[in-house]
Structure formats: C-alpha cells, structure tokens
C-alpha cells in the first residue's frame, strides 16, 4: 500500500518569502500525486496534480511541485508567499483503482 | 454550480444517538468517500464508493455504515454515536474514469457528547 510522509507539520513563514513544503511517499507501483489546500473552515480544494510527463508542475496561486522519482518526493514549492497563503496543506497519493491516500498535512502560517 | 453539498454543517449530538450525514453531488461522478478530520491525523477514510449500489470500507470503518441508492447520494449513518466520533466529516466525489481527481463538500463537523 502507498503511504505519505509530510515531513513538517507546521511551517512558519514571513510575507513574501520563499516556501517549501516537503512529501515524501512510498510505493511500488507508479501513482498519481496531488496537493491540496485547505482554507479555515472550508473543504479541501485542488492546488495541483502529477499525473505523468513533465516533473515540474504549477498549479494555481502561483504554486508548483516538482516530482522525484529517485527521491519518492513531491515538494511543493512558491516563491514569495502571501498571507492569503495561511492554510493547511495536504499532500495525497493515488495508485489507479485505490482511494486517495493523504499525508497528515502541514500548516503554514505566514506573518508580515 | 453546487458541486457537493453536505448536510447538517454543524451538529451537536448526546451519545448513543443515531446521526445520518448527507451528501449528494451533481457532477455524476462514479465514486465517492467519506472522510473524517481529525487534528494531527490529517484525513482518514472511512468509506468509499466506485460506483451505484457497491461500498467498500476504508481505514477507519468502524460504528459507521454507508450506502449508495443512487449515483448522486452518498449517507454516512453512525449506528449508535461515541465520543471519539467527534470531528469535522468531509464528502467527496471522483470521476475514477479520468485522474481520480477528489472534489470535496465543505465539511460537516460533529460532537459526540
């Protein structure tokens, strides 16, 4: 079974900073990759999604990740943060047929 | 555009008592899950559906039932409530045709007292 592993679970961050939020996952099989954002108080929404082809996916908000086959990471990355940003985000793996599978997340907090 | 619409949003409830989620989507998707919230668990399934009139349980299953009549309407019933079942309840839907991209409702966030 594929697993998740968000290796912070929280992420203090100054306004307009760089920010990396990390995921390591493993499986033997290839699968999907996903990062999700989750605002106070509201579901879950779509950041971006690996599913083949280019390592480097962007997504909305400015967002991108980029996929590691070597490393079984999926980092998700934005180069100046805003303090609309401040969520909890939710890296998640899927092998076809299988539920999506979610990491723990990782809260990110940004202050001007 | 509704997406998935879950009911009640909020509700407080004595233990023992029977509670019924609800969900229904209108983007015909084929499956749909329930998951639970829970701080420092992150989300944890509970049951799933691939399609009208199969279910299957997921990593959390226990004192929760479900059923799928119908391709839009997706119930989560805890029998009998406990304490521990309090937390925030999120449903959600996929076309597992395409990427198995997981739309999500807005939550409904229970306590057990």
């Known amino acids: 079974a594929q697993s998740v592993t968000q290796l912070d679970s929280q992420v203090p961050v100054f306004e307009e900073a760089p920010v990396e939020l990390r995921c390591n996952y493993s499986?033997?099989?290839?699968?999907?990759l996903f990062w999700y954002v989750q605002y106070p108080n509201q579901g879950l929404q779509l950041l971006l999604k690996?599913?083949?082809?280019?390592?480097l996916v962007k997504g909305i908000n400015g967002f991108e990740a980029e996929f590691n086959k070597s490393q079984t990471s999926f980092h998700l990355r934005k180069p100046s943060v805003h303090i609309r940003d401040t969520a909890e985000y939710f890296c998640?793996?899927?092998?076809?047929?299988?539920?999506?599978?979610f990491g723990k997340g990782t809260s990110l907090l940004v202050t001007p | 555009i509704a997406g998935i619409t879950q009911a009640p949003t909020s509700q407080i409830l004595a233990a023992g008592r029977r509670m019924t989620l609800r969900c229904t989507q209108d983007m015909r998707h084929n499956a749909m899950y329930w998951y639970r919230q829970d701080l420092g668990l992150g989300l944890r399934l509970i049951h799933y559906?691939?399609?009208?009139?199969?279910?299957g349980k997921g990593e959390v299953p226990d004192g929760y039932s479900v059923s799928r009549a119908n391709t839009d309407d997706f119930p989560l019933t805890l029998a009998s409530a406990v304490p521990s079942q309090t937390s925030v309840y999120f449903c959600?839907?996929?076309?597992?045709?395409?990427?198995?991209?997981?739309?999500f409702g807005e939550g409904s966030r229970l306590t057990v007292l």
């Open positions: 998640a793996v899927k092998r076809a047929g299988y539920a999506l599978n």
């Open positions: 559906s691939n399609t009208a009139g199969t279910t």
């Open positions: 690996y599913l083949s082809g280019s390592t």
């Open positions: 959600a839907s996929s076309d597992t045709h395409s990427t198995g991209e997981l739309f």
């Open positions: 499986s033997s099989v290839s699968v999907y």
